[in-house]
């Protein structure tokens, strides 16, 4: 009646002890560190860069606990926070713009543990913290890439309608425009004005008016006419609240592409934004990622004027008008068109591959309806021209690639070849895959944070659950005698359960997900509270010990069931409609519903199976005093 299997028995044992396995890397604790990798994606670590970080570290006195190094990356250990910020310092200056140094916390487990996939669970920026950035827009660079926009757009437009002008460039706040005729000056200046009522040069919808749209100004120089327009479609504070608000969203995107479990990122002042990753361990490919501008422009190749003599006068400063000097990755000078034909900004997808003809890493893209037809309508008039494909980061610029036009090309797929590898697929797709940055940003700020309710207050917390769990283990065993320590071995494997689910789910807890596993145990002793009183009432009413306990969990499993389903529908909802703390909280509850479940019927039912199981008589057993009902 009361006896289990012996597989059932074994499957307790086995959960037991793996769940003992993934808890173990919590209490090996962390370090502080540094990690240091290379700048461009897919370049590999050389012993001689370690060999110098090791050098100037010693030269500069800061003792560390453990270095390892790989291919891919260096990551150094030490005992105090201030010996790290020491290290990123003497390492910066040391290597210089060639390589990210980030600092880290990195998890003093066993790579035994680790290789088993056994790692540490993740706490909130509450808890453990993380990394923290503080990130600044550069302004400078935001009017300039408006009235960059501004031209390109212009330029499209008197080519458009046939207008022809001379030179064009941008000085100070405006554009600049030089036309040979008085008409042909006209002519544009109407044009602008014309499309100013819809805003199609600027690629906006709204109707604004020609005087707040725009200042012009003209100046007549012999048979020089030269045109200047200012654009005052949005004021300084509309300009930067515009890149902002599209910085924020393309830091969204890119977190979310490194799966980053509930970041913080927010807007800090006017020109100012805050990430915060809680439990992250690769910050150096964080700091990578969200701080990487990779703008994609295409751009035809100045075919003209690309003999030696003009590249050769380029490189010294003296660049054709209307052209500009980028190098490939073989550091061949290309002289590319100032006109830029595509952006990153028309893509609706980005994937790595490989390319089936020569086995190369490849970024597929995907255009939008406009991309398409813009793309087509290039590559149809260009057919035996290069195209080139430039690569706009923070601190370089560079041409990926720049094949020949052998035909028209329509459908809008697009594939960029010229990756060194894999790696770098993956990373320039994904940056294209969220969205490239309106404007370049600064960190200003970067360190790890503590837990923001300071060490004292974790310590209360966990002082506070430590009583609560006392509190909960003498009262069971005092009123129900060994069915309450059935019980609390119950409760203690519920707790098991639920951290090691934690870490090899690597959810993130947080301080609604203590609050969380608060409200767990208390389901938890209810369920054997529930069954411990059951087994009571069959004993009152006269039933054999044996087959009390055999209807007390039969009878109590209904009431357990229905009272765990209703929370867990609770959990879904807040999981599937929260974010942030309230989905923290709603994990936890999920989870700590499924194993108190577990323990409270199974784990707890196998030890009291496997002490009174075997016993074919009984006539007591350990519940506390039973009080039978008298019915006359």
Do not use: C
């Not at 044009?191 to 040069?201: L, W």
């Not at 609390?488 to 707790?495: A, D, F, R, S, W």
């Not at 997900?513 to 009413?541: H, P, Q, W």
């Amino acid at each position: 009646m009361n006896q289990y299997a012996s597989w059932k028995y074994i499957l307790i044992f086995l959960s037991i002890g793996l769940s003992f396995l993934y808890v173990t890397p919590n209490f090996y604790g962390e370090s502080f560190a540094i990690q240091v990798m290379p700048l461009k994606a897919g370049e590999t670590i050389e012993p001689p860069t370690l060999k110098l970080v090791e050098s100037s570290l010693n030269k500069a006195s800061i003792k560390n606990i453990g270095i390892s190094f790989n291919n891919t990356d260096i990551k150094i250990k030490f005992k105090e926070a201030s010996e790290q910020l020491k290290a990123k310092q003497v390492i910066e200056e040391k290597l210089g713009k060639k390589y990210v140094v980030a600092l880290n916390l990195i998890s003093n487990s066993p790579s035994w543990l680790s290789d088993l996939g056994a790692l540490p669970m993740y706490l909130g920026l509450d808890l453990r913290g993380g990394v923290h950035f503080l990130m600044q827009l550069d302004l400078s660079k935001l009017s300039e890439k408006k009235n960059d926009s501004f031209l390109t757009n212009v330029r499209k437009s008197l080519q458009k309608e046939n207008v022809k002008y001379y030179d064009s460039k941008v000085i100070n706040n405006y554009i600049q425009l030089k036309f040979k005729s008085e008409d042909s000056l006209d002519k544009a200046k109407n044009i602008i004005r014309d499309q100013a009522a819809g805003r199609s040069i600027f690629g906006g919808n709204s109707p604004a008016k020609e005087t707040e749209a725009f200042n012009f100004s003209e100046i007549k120089n012999n048979n020089e006419y030269i045109l200047k327009v200012k654009n005052n479609q949005y004021t300084d504070e509309e300009n930067v609240n515009f890149a902002l608000k599209q910085n924020l969203e393309t830091l969204h995107n890119r977190v979310n592409e490194l799966g980053v479990a509930e970041p913080i990122i927010q807007q800090q002042g006017k020109d100012r934004i805050v990430v915060q990753l809680p439990g992250v361990q690769d910050t150096a490919k964080a700091k990578e990622i969200i701080g990487r501008t990779a703008i994609l422009e295409m751009r035809m190749v100045d075919e003209e004027r690309s003999d030696p003599a003009t590249i050769e006068k380029a490189e010294n400063g003296q660049l054709p008008p209307g052209t500009e000097l980028y190098y490939d990755r073989s550091e061949n000078p290309i002289l590319v068109k100032k006109e830029v034909i595509l952006t990153g900004e028309r893509l609706e997808d980005a994937s790595p591959g490989v390319d089936q003809m020569t086995g190369q890493s490849v970024v597929y893209l995907d255009l939008d309806s406009v991309g398409t037809n813009i793309f087509k309508d290039v590559t149809r008039a260009n057919i035996g021209k290069r195209i080139a494909l430039i690569l706009i980061e923070k601190n370089y610029t560079e041409v990926i690639t720049a094949p020949k036009i052998k035909s028209e090309i329509g459908g809008g797929n697009v594939m960029i070849t010229g990756m060194s590898n894999a790696q770098e697929s993956t990373d320039i797709a994904l940056l294209l895959r969220a969205g490239s940055l309106s404007v370049p940003m600064e960190i200003v700020e970067e360190r790890t944070v503590g837990p923001s309710m300071g060490k004292e207050n974790i310590a209360r917390g966990v002082n506070s659950t430590l009583w609560g769990f006392a509190a909960i283990v003498i009262l069971m065993v005092a009123y129900y005698m060994f069915f309450g320590v059935v019980s609390v071995i119950g409760l203690t494997v519920n707790l098991l359960f639920l951290t090691a689910l934690l870490s090899v789910l690597q959810a993130t807890l947080t301080l609604p997900g203590l609050a969380a596993i608060a409200i767990t145990i208390g389901m938890a002793i209810d369920a054997n509270v529930l069954i411990n009183e059951r087994i009571r009432d069959e004993i009152r009413n006269g039933m054999p010990p044996q087959k009390s306990i055999s209807q007390g969990y039969d009878k109590a499993w209904g009431t357990i069931l229905d009272s765990n389903v209703t929370t867990m529908i609770a959990g879904l909802a807040l999981f599937m409609f929260g974010s942030g703390p309230i989905k923290g909280f709603a994990v936890v509850l999920v989870l700590g519903i499924l194993t108190s479940v577990y323990s409270a019927i199974f784990v707890s039912r196998g030890i009291v199976n496997y002490t009174y199981g075997n016993k074919r008589t009984i006539k007591k057993i350990s519940i506390g005093e039973i009080f039978k009902v008298d019915n006359n």
